[in-house]
Nanobody
């Protein structure tokens, strides 16, 4: 069973920055892709950013130019650097990993609140 543990969420003012971390319980080389999703109250969960095992990335249009996803293979960790945060970015952020059998694993989520 894979465990994903997110951290780094919190309260930040508009225009501020946060870095989320997602630590996996096994080598992230075993995953074909990892990603960050978010879910705001009353809304569906949506993809924020994704990184493949080959290093390819894609982003939601709403975060392009502000958010950056990266990975540290030695630490089995994926990061989401979030800059120029807006109140609309307020949500619970979830880490997801997809293994090579197309099975998905989810973390427990971390709350990000952007407010003055």
């Amino acid at each position: 069973q894979v465990q994903l543990v997110e951290s780094g969420g919190g309260l930040v003012q508009p225009g501020g920055s946060l870095r989320l971390s997602c630590a996996a319980s096994r080598s992230i080389f075993s995953f074909s892709a990892m990603g960050w999703y978010r879910q705001a109250p009353g809304k569906q969960r949506e993809l924020v950013a994704r990184i493949t095992s080959g290093g390819g990335t894609n982003y939601a249009d709403s975060v392009k130019g502000r958010f950056t996803i990266s990975r540290d293979n030695a630490k089995n960790t994926v990061y989401l650097q979030m800059n120029s945060l807006e109140p609309e970015d307020t949500a619970v952020y979830y880490c997801k990993a997809r293994d090579r059998r197309a099975e998905d694993y989810w973390g427990q989520g971390t709350q990000v609140t952007v407010s003055s």
